[in-house]
């Protein structure tokens, strides 16, 4: 029996973009790689907006990464790209270039990360295209339901919003009618008919997409397997003070950089907690922003150290000092990988009370939750946290080993065969 | 040989030389003659000689030539706020070539003075108990000084038609003759062919003198209004049919749908038609009503067409004419037995729809119309049938959309029945019994009652109107015509469909419960 032909889609490569969606998808790759029997293929988005130059080559959107001869670019204009319905308006990318893709590679199983920047077209047209051909398609955030950067969390009050409708969307965007928003559902939801099968990492980005409508049949959970890091990091040492807290991620608004920063200030005076912040990406944050950063960072500077931007590498060295990791995202999250992360390296988390944080990271088992967006709820945690090396002892001992890669891609493989065979037995409808 | 019909006779032979030889003729024989019969023999002239054939621009060139030889002068109107006779003609709408439309104002010592107008050719209209009359307060502003006049209705604006047609855009005299024997005259502006134009300019001046259904509506604008609705459709002709696939051979339904501004509608529907075979099955026509958007338009046809392998055709006119003229020039083009008249922000909730409604069509017992269930975004009810509700107070009809706004799972709205009529937004109809009754109706205005009017045809034909609520779809109501200079428009529109079909309505209604479902 020949290797299963796997294309992965990714909206981004890793190397331009880091991001959390990013990293798995090339982790994936690399795991499908090494395991035998398969013969996966990446396939990532490049475009204006993340490299440096203009990389395609004329006439193709398509080029090699990295000498891999697994791993292609494909290189879209970022203005081509209709932000609100998730399509290109440049529908040859679509009908000649990535049909041509397709017909030359002939995947038994494309295995969408993201569509965003190539538009959601493409899953018809790979059923058009190859009609036998498996499509699966990981979900990362809610971008198909929300317009808000699929955050689902209100415009005007920054509320976590359960559901979308028409209606609701266009109190959000009072500058876009709720028939604009009937058609983008519509339309998305015309495109997703064409997959066979939904991956939601976090049973709570499944429910609010079964909400949503899509067939509960169609979707299954399916958590986000990981290469284990080259290196654990030890235990921090437990008598000295400060209690350390670390924070990873983009430092913006969604992630709770304002609560975690009021939260500091709310401390007890001789509270010993001190915050790391490993934070990307704070230049391409609003002036605004920046500057309540800035001022914040200035007031407790003896509470809070900014270490700036880091490498996927350097987290067992930076997880060393730290006791504690902090998830203290306004929105509802997916999966943080940051929380399978932390959990690697034995440190329990602190974070908020709702959506994805809520469910993996277990309140007094291996972490401690606060109210979404309440920083005087996340001080008192802390607090909590700090007060008593005995409650962290016992969540860190809570802590269960993370979601391996090959589990992962054993089940993942499974369920590519399940979805070939169950096209195959009701006969392609092409 | 009466006098009058001796010069006639000769000046129309004279007519037909050259020039010299007019004139000549025209200074020798007939400028001596009194005022009236000359301006009587300019009359007769420039009716028999433009009036037998269709004219052209030429003869009324040379009909204008003789006008001027012939034609006595008057003073020139001068506005002088101690002059106490005044006129300005301030606009010369070209309706057709043989019907006209004027505003200005007169104002004279007495009032009752009588305003006549002289075509450029030499024909004579007077106005005097046609024109609409109306107080100007500006012209009794500027008059104030010399006291007020009994008759402070200075103002006239009237529809007139000439005994031939006009083709010169200047040369338009127009003269006032008061009651104690003086005379003015002026110069009137070039006239405004343009219907587009005259169109917006007349309800304009509707919307200014009250209400849209008043005596200058019933007397003058009604007429000019379709007029000019006629023409606009009738001077749109199909300029080229772009074809995109190989579109189906005798296909059973042709579906129609006219694109105007919104041509983001195109992708949405063949997004969800290309999934639903029957729809395929059928011949997919597009019209564009705003020509404007051709080329941008071929562009998205194309990689859409390469995308979705959904073979279709795009209509483009030479100009636009409306809601009902796209869909004429669609239907002249459609080669089905059925026509499905669709509005572009219509989308289907699922496939399945225009089988449902083909079926039903052909088993049912002579309709008319069939119409299906409509939805707004949230799951109301957007379309349920049509029914009649009579104004109180005017007598007028409006169309009225049964159970809107309740749940798309009304049951009363689940009930297939016939219904008084049904909205054009999806609508299927037998193309020999749309033809019999002359299709959708040209003369509205930016429309509205066209679907009912087509209706009431179809009824008044013996056919019977149905809904159909198992068709389910989307329709993003006021979407794909968008809402402009419609104020007032509505009212017209109305005022004129009960003006047409009030009494077809009155009996259609004795018999129609708008509340129940059929047989409830």
Same mark, same amino acid.
């Given at each position: ?430 | ?13 004279? *007519? ?6 007019? @004139? $000549?003729? &025209? /200074? !020798? ?8 019969? #000359? ?19 030429? *003869? ?6 003789? @006008? $001027?030889? &012939? /034609? !006595? ?8 706020? #101690? ?165 189906p051979e005798a296909p059973e339904v042709s579906i129609v749908v006219p694109l105007y501004r919104r041509l983001d509608f195109l992708e ?253």
């Open positions: 029996m020949s290797d299963l032909r796997v294309l992965f889609v990714a909206h981004n490569h890793p190397t331009l973009h880091p991001g959390g969606a990013e990293a798995y998808a090339l982790e994936l790759y690399e795991g499908m790689r090494e395991t035998p029997g398969v013969d996966p293929l990446l396939l990532a988005r490049i475009g204006s907006n993340v490299a440096r130059r203009r990389v395609a080559h004329p006439g193709t959107p398509f080029s090699a990464v990295n000498g891999d001869p697994g791993q292609y670019f494909v290189f879209t204009e970022t203005e081509h790209f209709d932000f609100f319905t998730l399509t290109s308006r440049d529908k040859a990318l679509y009908s000649r270039h990535l049909t041509d893709f397709l017909l030359a590679h002939r995947p038994d199983v494309v295995h969408l990360q993201h569509t965003h920047f190539i538009g959601v077209d493409l899953l018809s047209q790979i059923r058009r295209v190859l009609p036998e051909a498996a499509i699966v398609y990981t979900l990362h955030e809610f971008l198909p339901i929300c317009h808000r950067d699929g955050q689902m969390v209100r415009t005007f009050d920054d509320d976590l919003c359960p559901e979308a409708s028409p209606r609701r969307c266009n109190e959000c965007f009072p500058e876009l009618s709720p028939q604009a928003f009937f058609l983008r559902e519509r339309f998305v939801k015309g495109h997703f008919a064409n997959v066979d099968r939904f991956l939601a990492p976090s049973a709570q980005l499944m429910e609010k997409y079964v909400r949503w409508g899509i067939d509960e049949e169609r979707i299954e959970v399916e958590e986000y397997g990981r290469l284990t890091p080259a290196a654990r990091a030890g235990a921090p040492r437990q008598s000295r003070e400060p209690t350390n807290i670390g924070f990873f991620g983009q430092l913006s608004r969604f992630k709770g950089a304002e609560v975690m920063l009021d939260a500091m200030a709310m401390l007890e005076e001789d509270s010993n907690a001190h915050l790391w912040l490993n934070g990307a990406n704070l230049d391409l944050q609003s002036e605004e922003f920046q500057a309540m950063f800035a001022e914040r960072h200035a007031e407790l500077r003896d509470r809070i150290t900014f270490r700036g931007p880091y490498d996927h590498d350097e987290l067992p060295r930076l997880m060393e000092d730290l006791h504690w990791v902090i998830v203290p995202s306004i929105w509802w999250e997916n999966s943080p990988l940051v929380i399978q992360e932390a959990f690697f390296h034995g440190r329990p988390i602190i974070c908020s009370d709702v959506g994805g944080m809520a469910e993996k990271v277990r309140d007094g088992v291996d972490g401690l939750h606060f109210r979404a967006g309440d920083a005087w709820s996340l001080a008192r945690t802390i607090e909590k946290a700090t007060g008593s090396p005995q409650l962290w002892k016992k969540l860190r001992e809570g802590i269960e080993e993370p979601y391996a890669m090959d589990q992962h891609i054993e089940r993942l493989r499974e369920l590519y065969t399940e979805t070939i065979d169950s096209r195959k037995a009701v006969g392609v409808d092409a | 040989m009466p006098r009058a019909t001796v010069a006639e006779k000769r000046l129309r032979k004279a *007519l037909d030389q050259d020039d010299d030889a007019l @004139r $000549e003729l &025209l /200074r !020798e024989e007939y400028a001596s003659l009194d005022a009236e019969a #000359r301006a009587d023999l300019m009359h007769r002239l420039a009716k028999s000689a433009a009036g037998r054939t269709s004219g052209s621009p030429t *003869l009324s060139a040379r009909l204008h030539g003789v @006008r $001027e030889v &012939l /034609r !006595e002068r008057l003073p020139i109107s001068v506005i002088d706020e #101690r002059q106490p006779i005044g006129l300005a003609v301030e606009q010369i709408l070209g309706i057709d070539e043989r019907s006209f439309w004027i505003n200005g104002w007169a104002r004279d010592l007495e009032g009752g003075g009588r305003i006549a107008v002289v075509s450029p050719e030499g024909c004579r209209v007077d106005l005097g108990d046609l024109a609409f009359r109306f107080e100007r307060p500006d012209v009794v502003r500027f008059y104030a000084g010399l006291g007020p006049t009994d008759d402070r209705d200075h103002g006239f604006t009237a529809f007139f038609e000439l005994p031939a047609p006009s083709r010169l855009a200047t040369g338009w005299v127009v003269e006032l003759h008061t009651a104690d024997g003086a005379a003015v005259e002026v110069l009137g502006p070039p006239v405004e062919t343009d219907p587009q134009i005259a169109r917006a300019s007349i309800l304009g001046e509707l919307d200014a003198r009250g209400p849209l259904t008043g005596p200058l509506a019933v007397e003058h604008g009604r007429f000019a209004l379709s007029r000019l609705q006629e023409r606009i459709v009738s001077e749109a002709e199909i300029d080229t049919v772009d074809v995109y696939g190989e579109p949405h529907q063949l997004l969800h038609f290309s999934v639903d075979p029957e729809v395929a099955e059928a011949e997919l026509i597009f019209v564009l009503d705003s020509v404007e958007q051709s080329a941008e338009l071929r562009d998205r046809a194309r990689e859409l067409f390469a995308l979705y392998g959904l073979p279709f055709r795009v209509v483009n006119p030479t100009a636009g004419s409306g809601y009902a003229g796209a869909n004429r020039h669609g239907v002249e083009v459609a080669t089905g037995s059925k026509l499905l008249l669709l509005n572009s922000d219509v989308i289907p909730d699922r496939p399945g729809w225009l089988g449902e409604m083909c079926r039903f069509y052909d088993a049912g017992d002579g309709i008319g119309a069939l119409g299906a269930k409509l939805l707004y975004e949230d799951d109301s009810l957007q379309h349920a049938g049509l029914y009649f509700h009579q104004l109180p107070g005017t007598g007028s009809w409006e169309n009225a959309h049964r159970f809107k706004g309740l749940h798309r799972s009304f049951p009363a709205a689940e009930v297939a029945q016939p219904v008084p009529a049904v909205t054009a937004a999806c609508v299927l109809v037998d193309r020999e019994r749309y033809e019999e009754v002359g299709g959708l109706p040209l003369h509205y205005v930016q429309g509205d009652y066209e679907d009912s009017e087509l209706c009431l045809r179809l009824a008044a034909a013996g056919y019977e109107n149905w809904y159909l609520p198992s068709a389910e779809l989307y329709h993003l109501e006021g979407q794909s015509y968008v809402a402009e200079a419609r104020r007032g428009l509505s009212d017209y529109n109305m005022w004129l469909h009960s003006q047409l079909w009030g009494e077809t309505i009155a009996a259609v209604m004795e018999r129609f419960d708008p509340h129940t479902a059929a047989g409830a």
